[in-house]
């Protein structure tokens, strides 16, 4: 072998030296995507979902939505607060801040808060002094005629061809208001099955 090929090779070692092993290409930068940030999303209960049921209780009125079983219930919706014994047969209609109101057939009984004060003239002419259970009372029976209100301000008349007993009754410093309505034909009979169930009114301990 030559000089001059010595030469040659020894320079191109003293080359592969310098440049070293060629490294490998970094990767490109990442590309920004086009897709949009995600969000994070609360679902909100739709509007059937959180509706009350017309007839749903308030707090406190005691007496379940529908049929009632029989049993002692107690109502604390607005005062005074009173419990009353019913059999089976009876369910529940409007319970609110202002009125319960339970029917069993064409019978509409009204439980209510109107009246401040236990005296005949909270009920009208012809009201009479007597007792409800362990308490004083005034009653009266008439004809068709504004009744109660409920808490939407929606008023109850004793519809035509109905009478009337009602009742103020004196559970505390303010009294109870009770209205029971029921057809002329089957008034009497009515009235007669009411008032055992009204005398287990009374004021919950």
Known sequence: MGHRTLVLIAAAIVLVAACGTPSSPSSPPAQASDAPPSVSVTAEPSASASALPAQSASAG??????????GTWTATQFTPA????LPDGWTRGTADREVTVIEKGDVTVGIHHRVSAVDAAALGEGATATTVGAYPAFTLAHGPSHLWYTDGQIEF????GTRVQSWVIGLGDTPVTVDLVA???GFEAALADF????????APD
């Open 195 to 202: 008032e055992p169930i009204l005398a287990t009114i009374q």
């Open 82 to 85: 009173y419990s009353l014994t």
């Open 183 to 185: 057809p002329e034909a």
């Open 157 to 160: 008349w004793a519809p035509p």
């Open 61 to 70: 009125a005691g007496f379940p939505v529908g049929a009632i079983p029989a």
